[in-house]
C-alpha cells in the first residue's frame, strides 16, 4: 500500500527511482542495508510482475507486507501473520488429477526462507498490542467476503488468513530460487462483518509495517557486520 512504503521512503538515504511499465521502484539504503521500495498492486499478476522488476534490479531477498483477511479462528484485526508457506486457493486443476490449490508442474505450496521468518517473526514481535503468529497464507484473486469462504479456506488449505498477492510472489522468488518471506496484517475477519475504517486502521497498519521492515533490516545488518 502507498501508506506503508511513504513511511519508509521518508527514512531512505541515497533515494533514486528505476521506472518501469507501471511499476517505480524506490533504490537506497536503510539501517545499512541497500534496498529497492516499491508498492506491489493489487491481484496475482501485479504482484508478479513487480516481483520480476525487482529480482532483474538485483533483489537477493524480498520482503512483503499487507493486510489480509483472518482465517484462523483466533486472529483479530491487528494481528500479525508471518508466512510459513504459501497458497493459490483460486487454482483448481483436479479435473486432471492435481490436487487443490496445485499448478501443474509446481510445489502445492510455496515454503517461506527459514532465515527471513525466524527475523520477521523476532521483528514482529517487537510491535505492541498485537497477537504475531506463523501460518499459511492463501492467495487469490478474490476478495473474500463470506463466512463460507472463510470456511472453506479453513477445511481446504488450513489457511491463516486470505489475501490477494502473496503466493505469485512467492511463486516468482521460488522460480528464481530467491528467499522471501510475506508479513500480513488482519484488517478483518474475512467473513461478512469486515467493515474496518480504513481510515484508521492504514495509517497504523503502516507504522506496524515499518516497525517489522526496519526491525528485519538492523538485524540483517548486524548480522552481516558479525
Known sequence: MDEEIELLLGDLQEH?????????????????????????????????????YLLQQGASRVIFTGVAGGVHPDLRVGDIVVSTD??????????LGYGLGTIPGEEPAWQADKHLHELALEAARDVDGVQVVAGRVASGDQFIASREGVQRLWKDYKASCAEMEGAAV??????????FVVIRSISDTADHDANVDYRTFMPLVARHAKQVVRGMLSRLSAQSSA
Not at 504459501?86 to 479435473?95: E, F, N, P, R
Not at 511463486?171 to 530460487?177: E, I, L, P, R, S
Open 16 to 52: 533514486t527511482e528505476l521506472t518501469f511499465s507501471g511499476v517505480t521502484l524506490h533504490k537506497g539504503m536503510l539501517d545499512g542495508v541497500p534496498v529497492l521500495v516499491t508498492r506491489g498492486g493489487i491481484g496475482k499478476v501485479n504482484a508478479a510482475m513487480t516481483t520480476t
Open 86 to 95: 504459501l497458497v493459490q486457493h483460486d487454482v483448481d486443476v483436479t479435473a
Open 170 to 179: 512467492a511463486q516468482v522468488c521460488a522460480k528464481a530460487g530467491v528467499p
